[in-house]
């Protein structure tokens, strides 16, 4: 069976664990990625992400773009939204689409 994880600061993602997700909270860049390159070997199919942690690990995240498991998904911290799911999300749509039918600048 298939797991779902979330990474991030403590503050940001303590309540997942009541909802019964794992946990996996971070201070430094080097412990995401570290754990993200884990989570993608034991099986979990969705991976929360703070943006504010996803903002360091880029690079990480991108080696996992083109698969289908796990679903590596942005999600706001405690100190707000930084627009980086909102992006991924409209990149994903010029890609399958090949325009921007959803943010078009007027």
């Known amino acids: 069976m298939y797991?779902?994880?979330v990474i991030g600061d403590k503050d940001s993602i303590l309540g997942f664990k009541a909802l019964g997700l794992s946990v996996f909270p971070v201070t430094q860049p080097s412990e995401a990625e570290k754990i993200l390159h884990q989570l993608t070997q034991d099986r979990y199919a969705v991976i929360y992400?703070?943006?504010q942690v996803a903002k360091d690990i880029?690079?990480?995240i991108e080696q996992?773009?083109?698969n289908k498991?796990?679903?590596i998904i942005p999600i706001?911290?405690?100190r707000g939204t930084l627009g980086i799911g909102m992006q991924n999300i409209k990149k994903s749509v010029e890609r399958a689409v090949g325009a921007d039918i959803l943010f078009r600048d007027e």
Do not use: Q
């Open 69 to 71: 498991i796990p679903a």
């Open 58 to 60: 880029v690079s990480s």
């Open 49 to 51: 992400i703070t943006e």
């Open 76 to 78: 706001p911290g405690n």
């Open 64 to 66: 996992y773009k083109d």
């Open 3 to 5: 797991k779902i994880g």
